[in-house]
């Protein structure tokens, strides 16, 4: 059975025991999550979602955080100018091994939903700002329309 699961802003064709490198992903080792978000389940039939499979899943462990290879970025003005410039970059990654394919009824399994780590910073910033929000003193009375002021004198 094989599945093919979105994630990162990837698509990856996955068995059970495959072993990836996704975006990183806010999990640590040894964890268990789970990708809802599947495309396609293949096996016996082939059932091709629109645009996703109801129901699927694909069940992973967390083998650890990673980074990937160094990626070097040299930038050089032409002409009349000297300037130049080298940029490297180490991707954050996540490795992690497929443990099973859920062809349906994955919403009741009572794993975690792998999530990336920009959606758990975003849902912890608005839980930050909700929490800010309700203890946070009354605010103060309005002032005043200047016609209503003028009217008063």
Known sequence: ????????????R???????RVEKLAATAGET????????VGGDTLTIGSPL???????AEVIDQIKGVKVIHYVKRRRKHSSQRT???RQHLTLVRVTGIIASGA?????????GTA????????????AEVAAEAPAKPKRA????AAAKE
Do not use: C, E, W
């Open 1 to 12: 059975m094989f599945a093919v699961l979105k994630t990162g802003g990837k698509q990856y």
């Open 145 to 148: 329309p200047r016609a209503a």
């Open 119 to 130: 959606h758990a910073r975003r849902a912890a910033h608005t839980a930050g700002a909700v």
């Open 53 to 59: 499979v109801d129901g699927a899943a694909v069940q």
């Open 33 to 40: 999550i789970q990708f809802n978000d599947i495309l396609m």
């Open 87 to 89: 940029k490297g970059h």
């Open 14 to 20: 996955v068995q059970a025991g495959d072993v990836l």
């Open 107 to 115: 919403g009741s399994t009572g794993v975690p939903v792998a999530t």
